[in-house]
């Protein structure tokens, strides 16, 4: 790679480190190209001509949190002393990477009915990824004779994520909320979820 390149890329990089900093502590709506242009000490032209806008600066910040998070996946993948430790695993950290990036979803909020393919691509990704640590998990249980074999495990992974995604403060009255949590019920569906595990491991052993 050409030093030109490598100067492009190394840009590139800090004005998505600025930008997730921006759209962290006050969320998209309220972020401007201007205020990451100046957070960077550089000229809108030139911020624009690395990201044509500001939602397209958004997807690029996006595909790095999913990166990053599917990192810490892969580097857990077959180091699990147990069933449970992986579904508890998945849950905290799964809970701890929205918490951590609460703000920085508000873009999914305002945007429910309406999410561009390029989110909805990043998101399948995180579930395949999930699904596969799982699945692997429990395959090799079953392989050690430490499980029985009631399904396929992609199978009974999926159903473990349809329910835990399903979880809801409030029961039927969530209907009329929006899907995407509301900061103050995160800690109460996370403990729903870990009791999930409990019923769901017990079930499976």
Do not use: C
Not at 12 to 18: L, P, V, Y
Not at 64 to 86: C, S
Not at 109 to 123: F, G, K, Y
Request: glycine fraction near 4%; charged fraction near 25%.
């Amino acid at each position: 790679m050409s030093a030109a390149n490598e100067q492009q890329d190394l840009k590139r990089e800090k004005i998505i480190e600025a930008s997730y900093q921006r759209f962290l502590h006050y969320g998209y709506s309220k972020t401007t190209m201007n205020e990451i242009a100046g957070d960077l000490s550089m000229s809108k032209a030139l911020l624009y001509y690395y990201f044509p806008d500001k939602s397209e600066l958004y997807m690029a910040v996006m595909r790095k949190l999913a990166n990053d998070y599917l990192k810490q996946l892969e580097d857990k993948a077959g180091h699990f002393t147990d069933l449970r430790e992986a579904f508890l695993f998945q849950v905290n950290t799964h809970h701890d990477f929205i918490v951590n990036n609460y703000n920085f979803f508000d873009f999914f909020r305002l945007n429910e009915q309406n999410l561009p393919d390029t989110i909805w691509e990043t998101v399948s990704q995180i579930r395949s990824a999930e699904i596969t640590l799982l699945a692997d998990v429990i395959q090799t249980r079953v392989e050690k004779n430490n499980l029985k074999p009631i399904a396929p495990p992609l199978e009974i992974v999926e159903v473990f994520l349809d329910a835990l995604h399903g979880i809801k403060v409030g029961g039927v009255l969530q209907s009329k909320k929006l899907n995407f949590p509301h900061r103050e019920d995160l800690d109460e569906i996370h403990k729903k979820r870990l009791l999930l595990i409990d019923v769901f491991v017990k079930g499976l052993n």
